[in-house]
T-cell receptor, first 116, second 113 residues
Framework: AQTVTQSQPEMSVQEAETVTLSCTYD???????LFWYKQPPSRQMILVIR??????QNATENRFSVNFQKAAKSFSLKISDSQLGDAAMYFC?????????????FGTGTLLAVQP | ETGVTQSPTHLIKTRGQQVTLRCSSQ?????VSWYQQALGQGPQFIFQ???????GRGNFPPRFSGLQFPNYSSELNVNALELDDSALYLCASSLAVKNTEAFFGQGTRLTVV
């Protein structure tokens, strides 16, 4: 069974600094997707960034980038130039492309605090 | 283009009662998934509907059931509510089953007392 593990329950960063959130996963599949979602107090899950497993190049979206290590099954999120609005719960998630559904398997989340 | 909307935003039910939660998918999306997010946890997949048929289910008992309507909106029904059913219930829609970009609603906070 596929699992996603986030070992950092809470992280803190100073405004304008850089922070890295960790995620590891377990799967026997070779074709899958990995995601980072942000959940602010409004509760709505917002997609931050997506990585296709078959792509070696790490995904980037403005201040957000990932370090995808397929062999190590590691998928970390780097937030550069942190802003107060980045404060939220961040979830790492996995989806197997070849399944009957596109269901997401989530980790337990990392609560990010941004200090002014 | 409207996003995913869920109703109600909050509700309180008594143990043993039944509840129906509603979700309007994003325009053009034919696939809807439901997730349960207990306090301090990541969301857990309940089931998915594609073109009005259930096409996948997580590890939830049969008292969790759903429907999808011709306009692709969806309902989640929970019978015989238990205290552990207290959670945030999230609905997510996507263009198709094979499309991995899911758009989430703001959730329904269910409290069972």
């Amino acid at each position: 069974a596929q699992t996603v593990t986030q070992s950092q329950p809470e992280m803190s960063v100073q405004e304008a600094e850089t922070v890295t959130l960790s995620c590891t996963y377990d799967t026997s599949e070779s074709d899958y997707y990995l995601f980072w979602y942000k959940q602010p107090p409004s509760r709505q899950m917002i997609l931050v960034i997506r990585q296709e497993a078959y792509k070696q190049q790490n995904a980037t979206e403005n201040r957000f980038s990932v370090n995808f290590q397929k062999a190590a099954k590691s998928f970390s999120l780097k937030i550069s130039d942190s802003q107060l609005g980045d404060a939220a719960m961040y979830f790492c998630a996995y989806s197997f492309y070849g399944g009957a559904t596109n269901k997401l398997i989530f980790g337990t989340g990392t609560l990010l605090a941004v200090q002014p | 283009e409207t996003g995913v909307t869920q109703s109600p935003t909050h509700l309180i039910k008594t143990r043993g009662q039944q509840v129906t939660l509603r979700c309007s998918s994003q325009s053009g999306h034919n696939t809807v998934s439901w997730y349960q997010q207990a306090l301090g946890q990541g969301p857990q997949f309940i089931f998915q509907y594609y073109r009005e048929e259930e096409n996948g289910r997580g590890n939830f008992p049969p008292r969790f059931s759903g429907l999808q309507f011709p306009n692709y909106s969806s309902e989640l029904n929970v019978n015989a509510l238990e205290l552990d059913d207290s959670a945030l219930y999230l609905c997510a829609s996507s263009l198709a089953v094979k499309n991995t970009e899911a758009f989430f609603g703001q959730g329904t906070r269910l409290t069972v007392v």
